[in-house]
Every structure is written in C-alpha cells, then in structure tokens.
C-alpha cells in the first residue's frame, strides 16, 4: 500500500502546548495510529496510511483549535481523543472545550472533558433529579458542584446544600477526641476541598456564616423542606433504604437535587441494601428524573487511575460470570 501524507501549519507557540512535554503527545499518537509525525519548519507532516493519517491529521486540527482557544491540552485530553479516533466516535471533543460551566478560584476553567461528562452536564441543566453514577475519578462530585455554584451565582437558587451519609468506610472514628462536627468533618471533607478550589476559602466561609452554603451528614436532613437550594448527595451508595426515600421527599420547591455514587463502593453493613440500588429500579421511568452512568473511559484524574478502575471492572464481571455459571451449575444439578 502507497505511504500517504498530510502537512498542517503550526507556530511554535501552538507546537509547544499540542506536542506535550519532550514531545509526548506525538509520540502517544504516533504509536497508536501507527504513523510518522515529523516537524519542519513550522509544519508538521503526517506519513502513513490514508485512514490513519486522516484520523491523525483531524485530531492535530481539533488540538490546534482548542490551543487558538487559549486550552492547555493535557494528557488526559490527548489519551481520550485517540481512543475515541479509533473507535470512529470523533465527534464532540471541541464542543466539550467550548462549554465553560464556570472558573475556579484560580481562573481555571470547569468544563466536561468527555462525552459521558457533557451528558452529565446537559441532564442537569435539564432535569430537577439527576443520578450521576460511575466510579471513582469521573468527576461526578465536581461537576456537580460547579452547576450548584454556577446556580447560585446567577441567583437561580438561594442556597447550596451538601450531604454526605456519615458511614464509616472501614474504619472506626466515633472515639476520636473532638467534638461532634470534628468527628464528623472527615466524612466531609471532598466537599469542602472542591469548594475551597472552586469558590476560594474566603468566599465559601462567608457564606457559609450567612447560611447559604451548607454542608451537614444526611441524617441532618430529616423533617426539612429544601426550597429553592441546589442540593447534591454524595457518596448515595452508602445510604440505606430509608435514608434515600427521606432524602428525596425533602426535596421543596424551586430547587433542583444531584445525587451521586458508586454501586461499585459500599461501605453498608453486610445485608443493608443499598438505598441507591434501589432507588434506581424504583425511579428509572419517571419523568424529570436523569439517570447518567458514567464509566472507565470517562475518568479524569491520572492516567494510572482509569487503568486501576478498569482493571477492578474487568474482574468484576468475571466474578459476575463465574457466580452466573455457579448458580446454572447447582440449578441443573437440583433439577437432576
């Protein structure tokens, strides 16, 4: 088959923040759709088969636009975009970069960064109820936040509130010294460090003090109202049956709730069905409630990370396929 080539112009300013450190990126995509990429003279070439080169030349484009855009392109970024090249799914990466849903305190922008989080991000703009559902690093208690401030800010609602079922995740806390909030704050604690990143220290305390911020265990809930708040259960897998019912007829007018987990992670007694589990068979059809899962490839954090989830999930479903096959075995043997 004839070698096939493409060029694209570049400025150094661009090259540098495309290529990645000692050039990375380049390299990433090189090895994955098995082309050369070389750079001359403020251009770069592409070598290869057509296919590929195309596939290559598309995504070196779409970078290029999110770097005239002012967008540092991170590894994160770059891993995602091939993987959806090669599965044919490329559309969608520049419109994920332009949707800004704010800044955080120092003036990053806060936007989804794959299509199971733009998804995410379009249900709850949508919907009054919304499960975000998927494993740890996919940026479900983040974005979230970022629509409750983003809400509060443009006085869409009056208040946030945020909470947490306070259960111990292996680990005995009830006899550390302290009072009850200090015993209480490390099961809190991923909140207040997303809103100190995204609102600033300063702005969060004062409206903390005022009220319009909170940030209490569930059990705190029980005989409110919740009107007119944005309102994001985290960490649902780990309520309880009744717990979750409780939770959801708080819910008061003008507000709108997220409710986010991992069915993967529960901390629950042996026994205790999940308040989440169930809530998702009980509500999956009604209307003005959005259901998004999310899931390995749409993890956000370190590269290592989404491999250690996938790695866990691919064992999952093998267990899952030994039990089925367990269970088929004893049911024939009863029959005989």
């Avoid at 030349?57 to 090249?85: D, P, W």
């Avoid at 006085?155 to 302290?178: C, H, N, Q």
């Amino acid at each position: 088959m004839s070698e096939f080539s493409k060029a694209l112009e570049l400025t150094m300013e661009h090259m540098q923040n495309i290529f990645g450190q000692q050039d990375s990126f380049l390299k990433k995509m090189e090895q994955d759709f098995s082309v050369t990429i070389v750079d001359r003279d403020g251009a770069v070439r592409i070598r290869g088969e057509q296919e590929n080169v195309e596939k290559a030349y598309k995504l070196l484009e779409e970078f290029l636009q999110m770097s005239m855009r002012g967008t540092m392109i991170e590894e994160q970024s770059v891993n995602y975009a091939i993987e959806m090249s090669l599965e044919n799914k490329e559309d969608g990466l520049l419109l994920m970069d332009s949707e800004v849903i704010c800044h955080s305190i120092n003036g990053k922008p806060i936007k989804p960064k794959t299509l199971g989080q733009k998804q995410y991000v379009d249900a709850m703009k949508e919907k009054m109820i919304v499960f975000g559902l998927g494993p740890a690093g996919t940026g479900k208690t983040y974005l979230a936040m970022a629509m409750a401030i983003t809400a509060f800010k443009n006085d869409e609602v009056s208040r946030i509130i945020l909470t947490r079922p306070a259960i111990e995740a292996g680990e005995k806390l009830g006899f550390l010294p302290g009072d009850l909030q200090s015993k209480i704050d490390p099961y809190l604690r991923p909140l207040y460090d997303a809103l100190y990143q995204i609102m600033g220290a300063e702005s969060f305390n004062k409206n903390m003090e005022k009220g319009l911020i909170e940030v209490a265990p569930l059990a705190y809930m029980r005989g409110r109202t919740l009107d007119n708040a944005y309102i994001i259960l985290d960490e649902a897998q780990n309520t309880t049956e009744s717990q979750m019912k409780m939770f959801l007829t708080r819910i008061g007018f003008g507000s709108r709730v997220v409710i986010t987990g991992d069915t993967s992670q529960k901390d629950l007694p042996n026994g205790t069905r999940s308040g989440l589990d169930v809530a998702i068979k009980v509500l999956n059809k009604v209307e003005d409630i959005g259901f998004c899962r999310l899931s390995s490839k749409d993890v956000v954090r370190h590269p290592l990370v989404q491999k250690i989830v996938k790695a866990y999930e691919n064992y999952e479903n093998r267990q899952k396929e030994k039990d089925r096959g367990s269970n088929r075995g004893r049911a024939k043997a009863k029959r005989t």
